[in-house]
């Protein structure tokens, strides 16, 4: 007598990451404060049922920031007056970098690598100047 037991075998998970750790970790996310990469630091709404949406961050300052704008009831669509700060403050950098080129250069007559050093420049302070702000301010916990 041949006993056979047929199952069917489980799918093969990726060979980075366990199935647990796909479900929390915050791969290739920007932190939604600053928009440097998410470093396992998130938030979600408590109230809401799932599926939740979750936010991440890169830091505890940015979460900080986040949570203490939620529960004053602000959302984080559009432009804050922090945001408004930091693009004033990149201002002066991006003034320093168009100097360096040269302003009497139009935009379409740049070089690949002159247009790159500009948005590097402007999302390197822009986001500087937000975790700056960020650390400024008092986390309420």
């Known amino acids: 007598m041949i006993h056979v037991a047929s199952s069917t075998p489980a799918p093969p998970l990726a060979a980075d990451c366990t199935d647990r750790q796909r479900l929390w970790h915050p791969r290739f996310q920007p932190c939604a404060i600053c928009l440097r990469p998410a470093q396992g630091f998130g938030f979600f709404d408590p109230n809401k049922r799932r599926p939740r949406d979750y ?15 939620f ?8 432009m804050t007056e922090e945001e408004r700060l930091a693009i004033a403050l990149v201002m002066k950098r991006l003034g320093q970098t168009m100097e360096d080129i040269g302003w009497q250069k139009r935009l379409c007559d740049l070089s690949e690598t002159d247009v790159s050093a500009l948005i590097e420049n402007i999302l390197e302070g822009y986001g500087a100047e937000m975790s700056r702000i960020a650390k400024s301010q008092e986390v309420p916990f």
């Not at 890169?58 to 920031?65: A, E, I, K, N, V």
């Not at 529960?71 to 559009?78: D, V």
């Open 55 to 69: 936010r991440w961050f890169c830091s505890m300052p940015c979460q900080g920031l986040y949570a203490t704008r």
């Open 71 to 78: 529960k004053k009831g602000r959302i984080m669509i559009g």
